[in-house]
């Protein structure tokens, strides 16, 4: 049977001296609080320095960038477009990645389709192209800019080029002579195709940005 009283050891605890205790001397939650509203204010005083001088501008135009500048400029006046135009096709399309493809096999800076491209050239009594042509900036610039050119001339409203740059002029057309899509025969009131509607709206909300930040450049096309 087990003992239920545990014999005693005959041994006295040790005593264990007290480990003394360092306090940190902390800085009293008003001062802390006062110090912390200090930083945030001269953080606040920088801000509004760097963006009076000309810092918020900046920040924009590396958001809005004039990539390729050369060829866009040179095509646009090719094709008498506004090259502002063409940088927000650009920004919107493909972010100035002149090797973007997307699912549907849109290719280069402007995202042009193989088959329009084909028929562009067709155009110019170009046959021999591949489609590996459209990641050249040179002549994806020159293609887009040619294609918007035919859109531009052919609707008197730039939100529906810019909506037939994306769907293709067959479904405009079509959307156009619907009068629960377009009353008047000429104004889009609403875009069927999700992906269109987005495209048309970024492309017509970088414009007017592009124009603000770059008043430099004249106005080209007569659609703006």
Sequence with gaps: MANTHAKSSGKKRSKHKKTPCYYVKTPSSKKFVYSLVGILMMICI?????????????????????????????????????????????????????????????????????????????????????????????????????????????????SSAVAAYNAGFGNVDNWLEDITIAPDGEHLEHIPFPETEQYTEEVLKNYPQYQRLYEEFNSQSANV
């Design 46 to 158: 920088v801000l509004g320095i760097y963006f009076v001088s000309g810092g918020e501008e900046q920040i924009q135009k590396s958001i809005h960038p004039l990539g390729y500048s050369e060829i866009v400029e040179r095509e646009a006046q090719n094709y008498h477009i506004d090259p502002l135009l063409v940088y927000s096709v650009i920004k919107a399309e493909s972010n100035f990645d002149a090797d973007a493809v997307s699912n549907a096999g849109a290719m280069g800076l402007m995202q042009i389709m193989p088959e329009t491209y084909e028929w562009l050239a067709s155009k110019e009594g170009i046959t021999d192209v591949s489609q590996e042509d459209l990641l050249n900036p040179e002549i994806n610039i020159k293609y887009g800019c040619m294609f918007l050119s035919i859109l531009l001339e052919r609707y008197p409203q730039l």
